[in-house]
């Protein structure tokens, strides 16, 4: 399978930064939720999903960075 080229990656890149950005303001809204008193059953759940699923965001984001910086 052949590289992606720098288009490629550039537009893989704005995709999962927005991805990122919806994801961190949802997991805001849930850590509201939580420090406010407002925590249902599965919010700490879900609020870990959510968390989980940034983290590997970013550590793809941060991949592709370092492919674009090379």
């Given at each position: 399978m052949a590289e992606p080229n720098l288009e490629d990656?550039?537009?893989e890149l704005s995709a999962l930064e927005a991805k990122e950005a919806q994801l961190s303001a949802t997991r805001k809204r849930l850590q509201?939720?939580?420090?406010?008193?407002?925590?249902?059953g599965t919010t700490r759940e879900r609020e870990r999903e959510v968390s989980d699923e940034r983290q590997?965001?970013?550590?793809?984001?941060?991949?592709?960075r370092e492919r674009l910086a090379d």
């Open positions: 990656l550039r537009t509201d939720q939580i420090d406010f008193g407002f925590e249902s590997e965001l970013h550590r793809r984001i941060e991949s592709i």
